[in-house]
């Protein structure tokens, strides 16, 4: 059972980590397979973890991701809550001990693909956290990411936003690159305002989005993905949870028409702007699929990483 679930959980990291590097965000991608040989066996990184649903009702289900990677409870999670939207016009998933599940909005995107409003809320209360309300003040939060997805004409109308400035990975990615971050995004571990990368991964803190609304947005996805839920209830661990939240497309008017309306939302924001034009959300993801066209350049350090990792000699 183990060696199987460890397959199924392979092939889904494979293609969700592929996915998001097709989709630009690298933070996403790749870099994290490494990571999760690190730390395979700790909470929330336990390779060989099944998930298995422990309530079901006509509505809501609840799923237990057994310590692992949330790969597989989270495409459970939707599958289970569009599935039940579909019958029931509306329906909700929680997971609960769920450990790192890739990008929010691939989950967002599945759950509107299979013909839902998809609302995805991931977070967790265990120690250490990133997330700092400003300047002088300790890491109270985590990035705790929020994803929606509407179901358009093609490509969902999508947003995905960790509700930092600036999402962790993409921290490390910019510290790989020699880039700096732009002001505003993190602080060093005295609690001083920031732009290089390495303050961060030396014991700083990220910044929220928008300030104290970004803070306040953050608390509130935590409250869902883990109070609500109860992944902080006693005997869990990691203390780390999901909700997932699906609305029926067609439960207040046609999804044709719903499709209409969100392509015509799409044509108004992108034709908003006065020097060029402005993206839509989920156009960034789109525009990245098409440049793409099926490969990504990924860094030789890390395909090296990747290489060993995999015991695969080296080519020159």
């Not at 990035?143 to 995905?160: M, Q």
């Not at 303050?199 to 300030?211: C, E, K």
């Not at 034709?271 to 793409?292: F, M």
Request: hydrophobic share 45%; glycine share 12%.
């Amino acid at each position: 059972m183990a060696a199987g679930a460890a397959a199924d959980l392979a092939d889904a990291v494979a293609a969700h980590v592929v996915e998001a590097e097709l989709a630009g965000h690298p933070s996403h991608g790749l870099r994290l397979v490494p990571a999760y040989c690190a730390n395979a066996g700790r909470p929330g990184c336990d390779l060989g973890a099944r998930p298995r649903v422990t309530m079901r009702r006509p509505t809501l289900t609840t799923i237990d991701a057994g310590g692992g990677l949330g790969y597989l409870a989270l495409a459970l999670a939707v599958e289970c809550a569009a599935t039940s939207a579909r019958e029931h016009g509306i329906a909700a998933s929680a997971v609960l001990r769920c450990g790192h599940a890739g990008r929010a909005g691939a989950w967002a995107e599945r759950g509107s693909r299979a013909g839902c409003v998809t609302i995805v809320t991931l977070g967790g209360a265990d120690p250490p956290f990133v997330v700092s309300a400003a300047p002088g003040a300790r890491p109270a939060l985590h990035t705790n990411p929020v994803a929606i997805g509407v179901p358009g004409d093609g490509a969902p109308l999508l947003l995905d936003m960790a509700t930092s400035v600036i999402a962790a990975g993409k921290v490390h990615v910019a510290l790989a690159a020699g880039r700096n971050l732009p002001p505003g995004a993190i602080l060093d571990p005295d609690g001083l305002p920031s732009t290089d990368p390495a303050d961060f991964v030396q014991g700083g803190s990220l910044l929220p989005i928008g300030g104290h609304k970004g803070f306040g947005l953050s608390a509130m996805v935590e409250a869902l993905a883990v109070s609500v839920t109860g992944a902080d209830g006693a005997g869990q661990q990691p203390r780390e949870g999901a909700l997932v939240l699906c609305i029926d497309a067609s439960a207040f008017r046609p999804a044709r028409g719903v499709a209409d309306s969100v392509v015509l939302l799409r044509a108004r924001i992108r034709s908003s702007g006065s020097k060029g034009q402005v993206l839509a959300p989920g156009d960034p993801e789109e525009l990245s699929r098409a440049a793409a066209a099926g490969s990504v350049w990924v860094d030789p350090a890390l395909v090296a990483q990747l290489r060993q990792l995999a015991q695969i000699p080296h080519q020159s």
